[in-house]
């Protein structure tokens, strides 16, 4: 019987996530907001660009809680239940469930290190605008396989 | 780095503002309830007709929020979704958020400084309600560009 | 009758403050959660130090919704109620009060443009921090008056 | 700026700590809730003995939750906050704060993984069987340091 180790984002990693997400945005002219949880998808850092909508604080609070959540990209949950009528019309009641795209799981060596969430824009710009934010994490060189 | 500044929607005005759409309601023979909020979506007025119905006491304040959450009438909502299943299926979960007509955003010089939400008649009808409602706004005089 | 207009904190200006309270509290050397609102208690800038509690992420939160919602520091609240038995059993139940350091309403001229809450440290420290914070907005030169 | 790493609770290890406090729960004759959660405070293994008070499925998640969320046991909030009437009378309706005995964080080389909660006898033995179960990992052997 053996404890597991795993990577954990720090403030400082989920800061310069939000910068590079930011970029992103501005090179699209967009105002989104932008939320890091870490794995067990609790908040650690959160940005409103000036403008941005109010209604996007919650929904990119809780794109990035479903991405570590469920492990997907928000973008991928339409897809996985729009033939299961089910599905479509119940599990989308779950609690701070997105199952739109602008929430992506942050990874590292295939583990789940935490989840951003964007939204404010289309919903294809808040996934490109989330992508381009966690590759400064599939930047980090100083990484022990 | 520099404060931006605003206007601000006074008690006086959100009062005139519902003065305004309930003569409306009148016109159209229909008691509905009507709720301005600030651009902050905090209730800054409300009244309900006599005999409006009770379930439109929370739908007409959640569209108020909905109007300055997003920035759009409510009843644009359907439009910019209903060809997007992800949205269709899932952002219509979102707390809060109401997706007919009836909520609009009370714009000064392409300023959201707040919103009316009105319900209790056909949602055509409250909107028509919640746009005579905010041409007291429109009709201001004094404002500085 | 006329509109008000009030001043706007941006963007920039809510993540200067959360930078300078950061740094208040590295000189304390403690971990805090730090959320910067809007006047209208919605969230604009939020920090999550590494190592700060998982409980001060809500309770930073509700600080500075506090801060803007009565527009003193949380720190007056319970010399407030403190002689009132019936406000010290009854009014600590209303939804996101905080009676306790921490928040700080951030003002300019007088008037209440947002809203800090630092918590993880002692209530002494976490207001120190938020006062920090918000000597951004002090130093900000110009103002019109 | 590089990744941190740290422990992490498995299911199995979770089941152990639970399968530990039950026997000291029956030694004690009482009948207990026992939730063990992970550092973000999610749910991991749970178990209500036969005849264990309902009322004990919440407070056993919660004492857990503020284990973790605090890392501290609940049973040292009370000494923490008698003295400080504001937090007395305040932080006391944090949304899942538990005040008395009963959750133990569960640490490893000083690290937070996870946290238990018991509850159903008296908060001294809802701490001590929490205690039991938690012995599993302090036990554990073949931890790099």
């Known amino acids: 019987m053996q404890l597991m ?9 989920a800061r310069e996530i939000i910068n590079k997400a930011e970029e992103k945005a501005k090179e699209f002219g967009v105002r989104v907001c ?5 794995d067990g998808g609790n908040l650690l ?8 909508p109010i209604l996007s604080i919650g929904i990119s609070q809780n794109k990035a809680y479903t991405a570590i959540a469920f492990g997907l990209p928000t973008s ?10 089910a599905l479509l019309h119940g599990i989308v009641h779950t609690p ?6 602008g929430g992506v ?5 295939g583990q789940i290190i935490g989840g951003i969430g964007v939204s404010g824009a289309t919903a294809q710009q808040d996934e ?3 992508l381009a934010g966690i590759s400064v994490v599939e930047n980090l060189t100083n990484i022990e396989q």
Do not use: C, Q
């Open 5 to 13: 180790r795993k990577y954990v984002l720090t403030s400082e990693i």
């Open 34 to 38: 932008i939320a890091v949880v870490d």
């Open 45 to 52: 850092e959160f940005r409103r660009m000036t403008g941005a």
């Open 76 to 85: 991928k949950w339409y897809e996985l239940i729009k033939d299961e009528p």
């Open 96 to 101: 701070r469930l997105v199952i739109f795209a």
């Open 105 to 109: 799981p942050i990874k590292v060596n």
């Open 128 to 130: 490109e605008i989330a």
